[in-house]
């Protein structure tokens, strides 16, 4: 069989020695042998440093973007080949597209959040500029660079292809480059996986390298630039935790781990409700996908103790009609585990459980299978469980496999509090109409999980479910779960990226961050409206006005839009307003004169106004007040994918004492040159 390769230092590295034999979990056969003898580890993170981290980082985000996207389309059109290996790992068709499209929509995501979400730049700025004096010359900026390391990805066997691609999109997207390193098990479809996106040459080399097997001495050579993120268990994340050069380089760890995910039934959701049938249905979906093997399956069901009956038998009766057997075959819904040792891992887990509680469905040692031998392959019947909520081992050991228990619960109080003994978990589920109710266990629960979902009639159509990590969201959880987080959006690039605060003079700022900030030099001359992208420069600014708002504005405004608010309309109640003292203008008012000082009416590269943002009145405008606008190039992204791109334009409103009366920023498209 294929001793499946690493990609390492910009070469493709066979290992010297025959490797691990590696099983179709279905079938026992032989799929691929596995081993990472011979491998330089520290040679491939420096390679990493020096040869993938410079050539990403000359990229902007949006190049970065561009490339994700790029990649994420290449995999989609070799999805029928990687359904077709996944099936070894004992997963159904739709288990397969769980894991495969997920994982490329997870690139998607990420490629549509770098173009929408970050600038066109290589610094991400976090935050409002603070200003640290009096006279503002002295002011501060918090933003992000991308860490000089490698992401050191170390995957479990249950998302071969989710798995490393949602550690990869945001730490590419942040600017690292990244060594992926899967569980053996599974390893063969990872492989694959690497070898076509090698192969595309969409990436930068040196962005993503990739060990098969061991990770031998890796972790020696990490430094305070790199960072170590791991899934698998508690007990192995607690042993790489404490690697010494983890700790003695403070590296960035994160940890998704064992997570006993609940999901709760709310008392309003009887027999022949909605949430009733959607609770049943939820907990047997996440019983059956993958087989269990889902870190955020759920493990623990509690439901009112009047409707525990009723649960169990709705249940039974679902799982009833789950056929278990080989991936490929026609009819079958729930495939085999990863392998026979996680067989073995399970069924230890469940005598634990059994000590706690009963069978409501399923046998532990013995399952009907489909076009399979039932002790060849990692199969195991879908097993749920009734037991005592006050028993330690319900809430602390996790069968990773078809597995959940029924408990009961008697109030709101304490079926939180039994949510809390997990320890911490990465995701768990509240069903039920009762606002009041959600409400109280969403909030008792948050502290405990890294996700909620509420789930009732309103949602159930377009809800994705319990168990399904999404990009925009975190994905992780305190205490047992790990104390990590992963994905949720811009978030997830940050994790790769150090935060630093940067003072100095509005200048030097407005150099570092390439937006211009409130005291830095403004350029006047040519109508930064008559300038394309290409001409326009961070400062350029017009200052127009003055205009004198009378009378006749402020009330044939007020017939025109409708808006007759008495501050604007009725001088004595006006007068008593402790704000205004009297009549004073529409802050819309004040905003449309802006617009029409600052604006050059020909034709020429501004194409659009299409937003105005973070606008705030300040001072009341009153009648005979003069009115100022100053508008300067704030900041400039322009599209890669377009002949136009982004301005945004700090506008600035003054009256005749100079005070500000409105400040906001407006956002214009611009050709990228003269038309």
């Known amino acids: 069989m294929a001793l499946l390769r690493s990609y390492v230092s910009g070469s493709w590295h066979t290992a010297a020695d025959e490797g691990v034999p590696l099983h179709d979990a279905a079938t026992g056969e032989e799929v691929a042998r596995i081993s990472s003898k011979g491998v330089d580890f520290a040679d491939a993170l420096d390679y990493g440093r020096r040869v993938g981290g410079p050539a990403l980082r000359e990229l902007t985000f949006h190049q970065r973007a561009a490339l994700l996207k790029a990649l994420a389309s290449h995999l989609r059109e070799h999805r029928e080949e990687l359904y077709a290996l996944s099936a070894r790992t004992g997963a159904t068709l739709g288990d397969s597209k769980f894991d495969i499209d997920g994982g490329i929509g997870v690139l998607f995501s990420y490629a549509s959040k770098g173009k929408r979400e970050l600038p066109n730049d290589t610094v991400y700025v976090e935050g409002n500029v603070e200003p640290l004096s009096r006279g503002g010359t002295f002011v501060a900026q918090h933003i992000a660079s991308p860490l000089r390391g490698v992401a050191v990805q170390i995957n479990a066997f249950n998302f071969p292809v989710w798995g490393p691609l949602e550690k990869f999109a945001p730490a590419f997207l942040a600017g690292v480059p990244s060594l992926v390193k899967p569980a053996s098990s599974t390893a063969y479809l990872t492989a694959r996986l690497v070898e076509l996106i090698i192969e595309s040459g969409i990436l930068p080399e040196g962005s993503l390298q990739f060990v098969a097997g061991s990770v031998g001495d890796l972790l020696d050579h990490v430094t305070a630039q790199d960072l170590v993120s791991f899934t698998g268990s508690a007990s192995t994340a607690q042993k790489l935790r404490a690697h010494p050069a983890i700790i003695r380089n403070a590296v960035r760890f994160n940890a998704e781990a ?3 995910n609940c999901s709760i039934l709310g008392p309003d ?3 022949g409700t909605t949430e009733f049938d959607l609770f049943v249905k939820q907990l047997t979906t996440e019983m059956t996908v993958k087989a269990g093997q889902k870190c955020t399956a759920i493990r623990r069901a509690f439901v009112p103790a009047s409707l525990l009956d009723d649960v169990a038998a709705a249940a039974s009766e679902r799982l009833s009609k789950v056929t278990v057997g080989n991936p490929t075959s026609e009819g079958v819904r729930m495939g085999a585990l990863a392998s026979l040792e996680q067989r ?9 459980l059994l000590d706690a509680g009963s069978v409501v469905f399923g046998d532990p040692e013995q399952v009907d299978v489909v076009d399979a031998d039932a002790e060849r392959g990692a199969f195991i019947s879908p097993v749920l469980l009734k037991a005592d909520p006050e028993r330690a081992e319900p809430h602390e050991v996790e069968a990773f496999g078809p597995v959940s228990t029924l408990m009961p619960y008697t109030s709101t109080e304490q079926v939180v509090e039994f949510a809390a003994r997990g320890g ?10 009762d606002k009041e109710f959600v409400r109280e266990v969403v909030l008792g629960a948050a502290p405990f999980h890294g996700r909620l979902l509420v789930l009732d009639a309103d949602d159930a159509k377009e809800s994705t479910g319990h168990g399904s990590p999404m990009p925009q969201l975190v994905h992780g959880g305190p205490g047992r779960a790990g104390g990590g987080e992963e994905m949720g959006g811009v978030r997830g690039v940050l994790h790769h990226m150090q935060r630093t605060a940067v003072q100095g003079s509005p200048a030097v700022l407005s150099a570092v961050t390439g937006r211009w900030v409130t005291g830095a030099p403004r350029s006047e001359g040519v109508h930064p409206f008559r300038k394309s992208l290409a001409e326009l420069r961070i400062g350029d600014s017009v200052v127009a006005g003055p205009r004198t708002v009378t009378q006749e504005d402020v009330d044939h405004f007020a017939e025109f839009t409708g808006d007759t608010f008495y501050a604007h309309t009725d ?3 006006a007068a008593a307003n402790p704000l205004f003292g009297g009549i004073v203008a529409h802050g819309y008012l004040v905003v449309s004169f802006a617009a029409g000082l600052f604006v050059s009416p020909e034709p ?14 300040l001072t009341p405008v009153k009648v005979g007040d003069s009115l100022t606008v100053t508008l300067t190039a704030k900041q400039i992204t322009p599209r890669i994918d377009q002949d136009y ?3 945004r334009w700090d506008a600035d409103v003054t009256n005749a004492e100079g005070e500000s009366v409105a400040k906001y920023d407006v956002l214009t498209l611009v050709s990228k040159e003269q038309p």
């Open 571 to 573: 001088p004595e109640a």
């Open 344 to 352: 073995e891992e399970v069924r230890r887990s469940l005598k634990a």
């Open 604 to 617: 020429g590269p501004v194409l659009a106004n299409y937003g105005l943002e973070n606008l705030r009145f």
């Open 645 to 647: 791109g982004e301005v």
């Open 424 to 433: 911490g978990s990465l995701a768990g589920s509240v069903v039920s109409a």
């Open 269 to 271: 959701a009887v027999r």
């Open 258 to 260: 064992d997570s006993l």
